[in-house]
């Protein structure tokens, strides 16, 4: 069927930006873990994983946000829709995903659910949600014992590991959403039963309120109650207004309240029985003390099936402002799916590569994720730390303990997450990677989500921008400023947008992030910097953000060059600004500089500094400096040193001619340095050429690319690896007395640095990966046809720097891609993806991926910096 409008979701987007009309008031903004979260902690000491438990979601109201299954929300979450369901044999009801904490996981948290985000459009007029049930009961307590007996050593086991699903008998359950309007949203759920087996199946749509009330912040209490007919309730908030839930008949209607049940959590008196929970002892106990209830904050109409074996079964719903809606579910529903269907897929056609269908599949789910793990996300640090009013204070201990320093912080908005389940809130450096991807389908979102990190009730009042939830204080690495330097370039290139007030916003809010960078990072003032960066975390020796060994300070290979890129990518905005503007001339000319003097701290050897190349192996490394003048190279073969190919820019001759103020004084300050002989960032200043700025000299760029596309180093099937593997022998130093080591992982790490789910010594990364990409494309630009290199290395198979960048995003690609025996890297060994039919198409986009295999590890919905596989299939040749 032809779509109503072949540009509709396109005219959806410019009427959501012009501010005609909110097509993302609605949108997948639940999270899909609330609990277990700092936000909800209010322990004395901090354990925040013990405090609010996965067996007290049921029960227990949350403070600021909620969760569910395939669920929606407003903006401001006040009003909640998600599927709850019951197999007629779990001890309670599914309303929320299930995992492990990371006290309980072999490697840390882990849900263990099997769920995919099939479809989104920007807008989200129209969603597809895919959650496997288990048909007999979930394995709650098998999944917690088993992996709390294997070792770091031992793989995760999973929940298709389980004899639940040892018969491949399940359920699929299909959420989907339709917008007919911006506020008016029909709603479609589908189960089957798949298998040989017949099954009992409860399906719960639940709507309900989220619960501000008791914290003292909204004066008048919502309320859902039955409206006109026995199939639609009125749903009242005094800030949204009505809205009204239209649904097919069910067997049962059931009413409760957002309430705690205290008795169950506090072992107090409930002051009535219609709490939280109340539909779980409704539905499991068959307990009929809900009936004649009318009214509530929670409402779920009931629908209860025997199905048999290949049957499926359709609840039709819509969530609307409309009242007395004639036909609600009848031929405009119906109307309102095809079409949003058909516009879903007339926006995807712009990114289909030719009729490869499996390339197509994988690039529109991993958009699919990338939208669906927007989430609404609230803390606000003041309240955090003195309470609410009318409530019980918190623990006095949380005015000194975490995030204490952040008083300014006061979020509400909805962000792109990593991972809805696994890191249900914000990671600034992760958020950076984000916006590529999603600058495709939305370069307005994208822009604001960089922007919102740069407002002053994100960033400190000195400058750092906040990092995650767990620690805001952490140093991650400065990718922001590159970001918004890509979504401009990219929103240029594919909209014609020359978003120039969008450059100028960022770029005097990143002046006083960078400076915070050089007064707090830069320990020597040699600018040379250290600080941890926990971006990669626990790819040293030790732990890189605590105490030093021996008493000294760690001059980071790493560190220096996320600067040194960080100074280049300023340099580029500025000269972006200054073609219009002359005053970011002068500014430009600052970060040349600074881009100068820290290349020379990084390759110069002088008497003060032994700079991170080793001549002899050919490599970057991290240097320790100790107390007695003793300059110690850490020699790890890693990231740590391939980070330094990320600051490279090429400076276009023909627009240097529009800035004669910075050309002349960059040639003045080539030819000052020159005259003293001081370490020089461009190697030959001619009149003709475009220059290039790089932190790699070409003679050391030549041996870095030799251990880089080394297949017995660091170039894999599925990509580029974080730890060279010639640390299978491993790397061993002893400091101050005290032994110290490192070794090639290729899957999960042993150590406990960081916790389990943190691992940097082995497996690929795709940012990473994406960022080497990036960089081989600029060197290719500049060096051109005649720069070969030979890929992978030892092979006699010589190619140029873009070629190469072309082969290595089809190493990445191809983790996803189906084989030539219909078989994906991504999925290992399971026999689930690789055969059974109702798998093979499904894609989980992991945290990453194993060094030798490219089975997916980590976070298994971490579409969010993974989802960059959508942009290499766009950029790539095929």
Not at 180 to 194: E, F, G, K, L, P
């Amino acid at each position: 069927m032809a779509a109503s409008n072949p540009n509709q979701e396109t005219i959806r987007l410019q009427e959501q930006y012009s501010g005609s009309k909110k097509w993302l008031k609605w949108g997948p903004y639940l999270s899909e873990r609330q609990w277990g979260t700092v936000r909800e902690d209010y322990s004395d000491d901090g354990t925040v994983w013990d405090y609010f438990p996965h067996d007290h979601a049921r029960s227990r109201v949350y403070r600021w946000g909620e969760d569910g299954i395939a669920g929606i929300s407003d903006e401001s979450c006040n009003l909640c829709f998600g599927i709850a369901l019951w197999n007629g044999r779990d001890p309670i009801l599914k309303e929320r995903l299930f995992g492990l904490t990371g006290n309980e996981g072999n490697h840390g948290e882990d849900v263990k659910e099997l769920y995919y985000y099939l479809d989104s459009t920007p807008t989200h007029s129209y969603m597809k949600h895919l959650y496997k049930y288990t048909l007999e009961a979930f394995p709650y307590e098998n999944l917690l014992e088993v992996n709390r007996q294997r070792s770091k050593d031992e793989i995760e086991f999973e929940l298709h590991d389980t004899a639940a699903f040892d018969e491949r008998c399940y359920y699929d359950v299909y959420t989907e959403y339709a917008k007919a309007d911006t506020d008016d949203i029909c709603i479609r759920i589908t189960a089957h039963v798949r298998g040989h087996k017949e099954g009992q199946l409860s399906l719960l749509p639940t709507l309900w309120f989220r619960n501000l009330w008791s914290f003292g912040l909204l004066s008048e209490k919502p309320i859902i109650r039955v409206e006109h007919s026995a199939e639609v309730v009125r749903a009242h908030h005094p800030k949204l207004g009505d809205y009204y839930l239209y649904f097919d008949p069910p067997q049962q209607l059931l009413f409760t309240e957002n309430e705690t049940n205290t008795e169950r959590i506090f072992d107090t008196p409930n002051a009535s029985p219609f709490v939280k929970d109340a539909f779980h002892r409704a539905v499991i106990q068959e307990d009929a003390f809900l009936e004649g209830n009318s009214s509530g904050t929670k409402f779920a109409p009931h629908y209860q099936f025997q199905l048999l074996p290949g049957e499926k079964v359709e609840i039709k719903l819509r969530l609307t402002k409309k009242a007395k809606l004639e036909d609600p579910l009848g031929a405009s529903y119906v109307t309102t799916f095809q079409d949003r269907i058909a516009e879903a897929d007339t926006f995807y056609e712009q990114f289909k590569k030719g009729d490869n269908t499996d390339l197509a599949n994988i690039q529109r789910q991993a958009f699919a994720g990338m939208l669906w793990s927007k989430q609404y996300y609230n803390i606000d640090m003041p309240r955090w730390l003195h309470g609410d009013p009318g409530t019980p204070p918190p623990p006095s201990s949380r005015k000194h303990g975490r995030n204490h320093h952040w008083k300014t912080l006061n979020n509400e908005d909805i962000i792109s997450m990593p991972d809805k389940w696994e890191y249900p809130w914000y990671a600034a450096w992760d958020l950076a990677f984000h916006c590529v991807p999603l600058a495709m389908v939305d370069a307005e979102f994208a822009k604001g989500q960089l922007i919102l990190f740069l407002r002053e009730w994100y960033m400190h009042p000195n400058g750092q921008l906040p990092a995650y939830e767990w620690a805001f204080g952490d140093a991650n690495p400065p990718v922001h400023a590159w970001a918004c330097l890509q979504v401009y370039k990219m929103d240029k290139a594919r909209n014609g947008n020359d978003d120039k007030v969008f450059l100028k916003r960022v770029f005097q809010k990143l002046l006083i992030n960078f400076t915070w960078w050089v007064n707090r990072k830069d320990h020597q003032g040699n600018n040379v910097f250290e600080g941890g960066f926990l971006g990669l975390d626990n790819i040293g020796v030790f732990d890189r953000s605590s105490y030093i060994p021996g008493g000294g300070y760690l001059e980071q290979a790493d560190g220096t060059a996320w600067m040194a890129m960080y100074c280049l990518n300023m340099l580029e905005m500025a000269l972006i600004l200054g073609e219009d503007d002359v005053a970011y001339e002068d500014v430009a000319t600052k970060f040349f500089e600074h881009f100068t003097y820290i290349a020379a701290s990084l390759n110069d050897i002088n008497e003060n500094w032994t700079g991170s190349w080793d001549p002899v192996e050919g490599f970057f490394y991290d240097i320790l400096a100790l107390p007695n003048g003793e300059y110690i190279p850490l020699k790890v073969r890693s990231l740590v040193g391939l980070t330094t190919l990320f600051a490279v820019m090429e400076l276009d001759r023909e627009k240097l001619k529009k800035l004669p103020n910075f050309y002349n004084r960059l040639k003045w300050f080539q030819k000052y340095r020159e005259a003293n002989k001081e370490y020089l960032v461009i190697d030959e200043l001619d009149e003709q050429g475009d220059i290039l700025l790089s932190l790699v000299p070409p003679d050391r760029l030549v041996r870095l690319l030799q251990a880089l596309f080394d297949e017995n180093e660091f170039l894999s099937k599925g990509g580029i690896r974080s730890v060279s593997k010639i640390h299978e022998t491993p790397y061993e130093i002893n400091i101050a007395g005290q032994a110290f080591g490192l070794k090639y992982e290729p899957g999960e790490s042993s150590t406990g640095l960081f916790g389990g789910n943190s691992n940097w010594r082995g497996p690929v990364w795709i940012p990473m990966n994406y960022l080497i990409g990036h960089s081989l494309r600029s060197y290719a630009q500049h060096y051109g046809e005649d720069f070969k290199v030979e890929f992978p290395t030892h092979s006699g198979n010589w190619i140029s720097l873009e070629q190469a960048a072309d082969e290595l995003s089809k190493r990445l690609v191809s983790i996803f891609q189906r084989d030539e025996l219909g078989q994906r890297l991504v999925h290992g060994e399971s026999n689930f993806y690789h055969f059974d039919p109702n798998f093979r198409d499904l894609l989980l986009f992991y945290e990453y991926f194993h060094g030798d295999t490219a089975h997916g590890l980590g976070a298994s919905h971490q579409t969010g910096w993974t989802g960059l596989v959508a942009e290499l299939i766009d950029k790539s040749m095929w």
